[in-house]
């Protein structure tokens, strides 16, 4: 994978997804998605999904995201991105079933991978800061295909 194009791009996308997603942890217990994005340029930007009263569920923040940067990516406005959510992982099995942060990173150049860490927290007691405690565990990523620059090609 070390020819791919893209791959210190996703890459260096995944680690800040993951690294935002810890710091949401420790602090609120939970986050909504969010996406990174990578100009042309290098520089990174968050996108979060629009606050409202009536918050959206998950899926409608996701949905959004994907559309905004679907927009970006047509227009030729990023070179990567990234959306990071919080999910069950083996939800269907209460023996496995475990907390996990899922990052997509895909790169225009067509490299699209899939970032899987699964965590454990704990709610810490009294006035600490931040206020849950978070175990990483093993991080597998995976390739997958693109969906998000195969779209504005």
């Keep these: 994978m070390a020819d791919d194009a893209g791959e210190e791009e996703c890459s260096r996308l995944i680690e800040d997804a993951l690294a935002a997603a810890k710091r949401l942890l420790e602090?609120?217990?939970?986050?909504?998605?969010?996406a990174l994005t990578l100009s042309p340029a290098g520089e990174t930007e968050i996108l979060v999904p629009q606050s409202t009263e009536d918050a959206g569920s998950s899926e409608e923040?996701?949905?959004?995201?994907?559309?905004?940067?679907?927009?970006?990516?047509e227009a030729g406005d990023i070179a990567a991105a990234a959306l990071a959510i919080n999910v069950w992982v083996d939800a269907d099995d209460p023996?496995?079933?475990s907390d996990a942060v899922i990052v997509f990173a895909e790169h225009t150049g067509g490299l699209a991978?899939?970032?899987?860490?699964?965590?454990?927290?704990?709610?810490?007691?009294?006035?600490?800061?931040?206020g849950h405690a978070v175990t990483l565990n093993d991080l597998?990523?995976?390739?997958?295909?693109?969906?998000i620059f195969a779209a504005a090609t």
């Design 95 to 97: 023996a496995k079933k």
């Design 61 to 73: 923040d996701l949905e959004a995201l994907r559309a905004d940067i679907g927009a970006q990516a």
């Design 27 to 34: 602090e609120e217990g939970q986050f909504r998605p969010f």
């Design 140 to 147: 597998a990523v995976d390739v997958i295909e693109p969906s």
């Design 113 to 130: 991978l899939q970032a899987t860490q699964r965590y454990a927290i704990e709610e810490r007691r009294g006035d600490v800061v931040p």
